[in-house]
């Protein structure tokens, strides 16, 4: 019971807090410290709330604008994520997606992975929009206030109307160095709990998909409150955030192309008009292949050269740098089917990992590349093996993809 009411108690608390600063509003306006470092430390936690949960964030920072408009006609200025329109749905969406793992929990993996599927297409599309008309907003609002263009700074307040330069709107000049930055600090942010998401496509279980949903809540949420008591300290947590961000950066980029893969395969159903080809296969490296310097979750090319039987995992570090190639050898290997994917194994170590749209072919690879041990039903046991190979060995590593 606890289980199922965990994730909406968690929501609920979560809307709590992001009400407090709308709550807070209005006594701010008398007393809120009007330099600029405060706003940018503001800006700055704002950025990395979005980035964290990018539906969530860019509703309730819409919110947030739309409570703070003090007329009709402020409020018809605001862009269009601060309208009525957008963040109501958006919140709604978020308070579906929370009800959906509160029961997900006491459903088999079967019934509620495609709705889990659903929510990672959605982030993806909520984090592209927030990257690509929010961070810029929010960021644009910043230049405005450093270079104290008066009346032009309609969201944070100005202190510098004293300066030389204050007359001209260079703003766009600042954007140059100012918006490429909060992009890129967004990227980083939401690559990191976008991989939350692709955990949760590989969990098999409920229970392990609403810790994870409440930890990322829970952050979120402690940014946001920490940003009402105190900026500085919000920047310090949310700078913590990003640094440790920017280290995991290559494992998420993984888990991210997987997840985006596995999507596509999965609500396309790739594997109904799909073949294995006879000499080379697209897969993901295993857990395995970090001893030979590949990181867990790299995308590459399974070879095969019929006269030796020698197999190779062919691949480009983050996609587009030079290709590499290392050998893949097993005395004793095996394909594993799985409910979604299946893997090559030995033992209790995963060699390749193959994409949904192997799905129901894996007689087929097994004729192709030779494999002794044919295919054997991977269960419970070796499903939590997989999961816990994401967070092993040299899953972090962020230099190498």
């Not at 109501?88 to 929370?98: N, Q, R, S, T, W």
């Not at 929010?138 to 263009?149: A, G, Y």
């Not at 001209?168 to 930055?181: E, G």
């Amino acid at each position: 019971m606890l289980k199922r009411i965990a994730p909406v108690a968690l929501f609920v608390g979560l809307l709590a807090v992001l009400a407090v600063p709308l709550w807070a509003a209005p006594a701010a306006t008398k007393s809120k410290d009007a330099s600029p470092a405060v706003a940018i430390t503001t800006a700055v936690a704002t950025v990395t709330g979005i980035a964290i949960s990018p539906l969530l964030g860019t509703g309730a920072y819409g919110a947030y604008l739309y409570w703070k408009a003090d007329s009709p006609e402020e409020k018809a200025r605001l862009p269009w994520f601060a309208q009525m329109s957008f963040w109501l749905p958006a919140v709604l969406i978020v308070g579906i997606c929370a009800v959906k793992d509160s029961f997900g929990a006491a459903l088999p993996p079967g019934f509620k992975k495609p709705l889990d599927v659903l929510e990672a297409i959605e982030n993806k599309a909520s984090g592209l929009v927030a990257a690509g008309a929010v961070i810029p907003f929010t960021m644009d609002t910043i230049s405005k206030l450093l270079l104290s263009v008066g009346p032009q700074a309609h969201i944070m307040p100005t202190g510098l109307a004293a300066l030389p330069f204050a007359s001209f709107d260079l703003s766009w000049l600042l954007n140059l160095l100012t918006v490429p930055f909060g992009v890129a600090v967004f990227a980083f942010v939401w690559m990191a709990s976008h991989a939350i998401n692709v955990l949760i496509l590989l969990s098999p279980w409920g229970a392990i998909d609403a810790a994870l949903k409440g930890g990322r809540a829970a952050l979120l949420g402690v940014v946001t409150l920490s940003s009402t008591l105190n900026p500085w300290l919000s920047a310090g947590l949310s700078i913590a955030i990003i640094i440790i961000s920017w280290l995991v950066a290559g494992w998420a980029f993984r888990l991210t192309v997987f997840g985006s893969i596995f999507c596509w395969d999965f609500f396309t159903l790739r594997r109904r008009r799909f073949s294995p080809q006879s000499g080379e296969n697209k897969a993901f490296s295993g857990g395995a292949l970090c001893a030979k310097g590949v990181p867990i979750r790299t995308y590459g090319r399974w070879t095969h050269e019929p006269q030796n039987g020698r197999w190779q995992f062919v691949y480009k570090p983050w996609l587009v740098l030079p290709e590499r190639a290392v050998d893949v050898t097993a005395d004793a290997p095996h394909l594993g089917r799985g409910m979604f994917i299946s893997t090559l194994r030995e033992t209790d170590s995963t060699l390749l990992i193959l994409p949904p749209r192997y799905r129901g072919h894996e007689e087929e690879v097994v004729r192709i590349y030779r494999i002794e041990g044919g295919v054997q039903e991977a269960g419970l046991l070796k499903a939590w093996g997989v999961l816990r190979e994401l967070f092993g060995g040299g899953s972090t590593q962020s230099q190498v993809v």
